[in-house]
């Protein structure tokens, strides 16, 4: 008998007994998962070079010592000064941060101090942060008047208005301090949806400001740890940022980036890397490509 609207009795679950229609059917085949490049790296290295991110920090820190971390500038302006660092000298960028102090004075605001461990400017005098709806209202002309000191002027100008205005349409005012509630890599996420803020600065403001375990990989730390061998030669900053994140454990993260960074700068340059003075030569693979 026929069920209206179901054709012939029982036809599909005929087919569905068929021996010969399942048994024809090949075996499915389980995909094999593709292995995470980031955990085989460090695997790989664990297996075949046993030790070298311990012994780098240590040799490092042997020289330079064990950095105390310690907050800098409340996260709202040390992303806008981390903005302004962006391809720019870091002194530069500390002239461009006091100009929108003077141009924009915040009023009642907590006195900031910047103690500048693993920065390469002076450091910046104590004073309040700038005016954020100011600096974010201002006539973009103004704007990059005011900040021509740090470089780039033109491009950052926009860029600063548009991650207040991100901050201050998603939160009500212009405070970042909610970050620091956050899991490390979440919080980095917020950020980085920010347009013009990538996992360097995002990793800065976080690193700096809540000690959250991120590692940011600028160009002094990429360089140094691609010669080393700690990180692959072809690796793209941005798998730097995970590599470490899975190489290192939380607790190491600000000791091994301020003393990757001062190697970077005062031993290892970029030109004439001077390896006789060097308290991890027996380790890096760009004097010895055979190095353990
Ligand atoms: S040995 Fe030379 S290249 Fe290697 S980390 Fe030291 S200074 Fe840099």
């Known amino acids: 008998m026929t069920r209206p609207g ?3 009795p029982g036809l599909t679950a005929a087919v569905r007994r068929t021996p010969a229609a399942t048994s024809r059917r090949p075996p499915a085949r389980r995909k094999r998962a593709k292995p995470d490049p980031v955990k085989a790296w460090v695997r790989r290295l664990a297996r075949y070079r046993p030790n070298l991110q311990q012994d780098v920090r240590a040799g490092l820190s042997s020289f330079y010592g064990t950095p105390t971390w310690e907050r800098r500038l409340d996260p709202t302006s040390e992303l806008i000064l981390t903005i302004l660092t962006q391809n720019s000298a870091d002194i530069n960028a500390e002239k461009a941060f006091e100009a929108l102090r003077r141009a924009y004075p915040g009023t009642g605001l907590v006195v900031e101090h910047h103690l500048g461990a693993g920065w390469g400017g002076e450091g910046l005098p104590p004073g309040a942060a700038p005016d954020w709806a100011a600096v974010e209202f201002a006539p973009i002309d103004e704007l990059t008047d005011v900040i021509r000191p740090g470089g780039l002027a033109n491009q950052k100008a ?3 208005q548009s991650a207040l205005r991100t901050i201050r349409e998603a939160r009500g005012d212009y405070s970042l301090e909610f970050l620091g509630e956050l899991p490390a890599t979440d919080a980095r996420a917020w950020l ?14 976080l690193l700096f400001c809540f000690g959250l375990p991120l590692m940011p990989v600028d160009r002094h730390v990429e360089r140094v740890a ?4 700690l990180i692959p030669p072809k690796a793209t900053a941005d ?3 995970e590599l470490f994140l899975a190489m290192l454990e939380p607790d ?3 000791e091994a980036h301020v003393n990757l960074i001062q190697h970077g ?3 290892c340059h970029a030109r004439n890397p001077e390896h006789e003075r060097c308290p991890v030569a027996a380790r890096c693979r760009f004097v010895n490509p055979k190095a353990p």
């Open 226 to 229: 691609k010669r080393i061998g």
């Open 252 to 254: 190491e993260m600000y």
């Open 239 to 241: 798998d730097a940022h």
């Open 192 to 205: 980085t949806q920010i347009d013009g803020i990538g996992k360097k600065t995002a990793s800065i403001v």
């Open 6 to 8: 179901t054709g012939a």
């Open 158 to 160: 926009p860029r600063l």
């Open 265 to 267: 700068r005062r031993i």
